[in-house]
């Protein structure tokens, strides 16, 4: 069975760094794309950041204007999100999601607050 | 950036009705048009895939249609389990991909 699991989210003031991690299992990790999406309070889902299995490929919105950096350890079957410069329109629950196009498993997401 | 529009914001809708949602995107996605529902505290849940291929285990009276630049969710006759925010994804080409900003079905 496909789990993700996401951590690492918390309360950060604006300007701060967070790293958050997913850990999966259920499935070979590096052979699969994945993928970090990110839902605001109140808002739909919005596409982050996707790494491809070997990690050799990245891709981000335009808008995080490279505050975030996406990477993997496929040795521990595990996605990273470092996120650093955040801001208050950042408070977000970050889900990661496996694949790099559509997603049919998702984490249950981890929140980020960012606030002074 | 590809902008995904859909429409209504806001659908009401009776039990056993049929309910139609609408996506448009501001250039060609092709078929590469997923449809997402979310309900409260949970994470989306993929219903559609490639415009009209269901996921496994969705029902049937979730349908897909469209290619190019207009595509339609049908659900044939609304279910209590059904009332829930859609989101349409467009995957199309390379990231980064983009979400329509969701029509909610609310019990009419």
């Known amino acids: 069975e496909v789990h993700l699991s996401e951590s690492g989210g918390g309360l950060v003031q604006p300007g701060g760094s967070l790293r958050l991690s997913c850990a999966a299992s259920?499935?070979?990790?590096?052979?699969?794309?994945m993928t970090w999406v990110r839902q605001a309070p109140g808002k739909g889902p919005e596409w982050v950041s996707a790494?491809?299995?070997?990690?050799?490929?990245?891709y981000y919105a335009d808008s995080l204007k490279g505050r975030f950096t996406i990477s993997r350890d496929n040795s521990k079957n595990t996605l990273f999100l470092q996120m650093t410069s955040l801001r208050v329109e950042d408070t977000a629950i970050y889900y990661c999601?496996?694949?790099?196009?559509?997603?049919?498993?998702w984490g249950l997401g981890t929140l980020v607050t960012v606030s002074s | 950036e590809m902008v995904m529009t859909q429409s209504p914001a806001t659908l009401s809708v009776s039990p056993g009705e049929r309910a139609t949602l609408s996506c448009r995107a501001s250039?060609?996605?092709?078929?590469?048009l997923a449809w997402y529902q979310q309900k409260p505290g949970q994470a989306p849940r993929l219903l559609i895939y490639?415009?009209?291929t269901r996921a496994t285990g969705i029902p049937a009276r979730f349908s897909g249609s469209g290619s190019g630049t207009e595509f339609t969710l049908t659900i044939s006759s609304l279910q209590s389990e059904d009332f829930a925010v859609y989101y349409c994804?467009?995957?199309?080409?390379?990231?980064?991909?983009?979400f329509g900003q969701g029509t909610k079905v609310e019990i009419k």
């Open positions: 999601a496996r694949e790099w196009s559509y997603f049919v498993y």
């Open positions: 259920g499935f070979t990790f590096s052979s699969y794309g």
């Open positions: 790494i491809s299995g070997s990690g050799g490929k990245t």
């Open positions: 250039q060609s996605v092709a078929n590469n």
């Open positions: 490639g415009a009209s």
């Open positions: 994804q467009q995957f199309n080409n390379l990231p980064p991909w983009t």
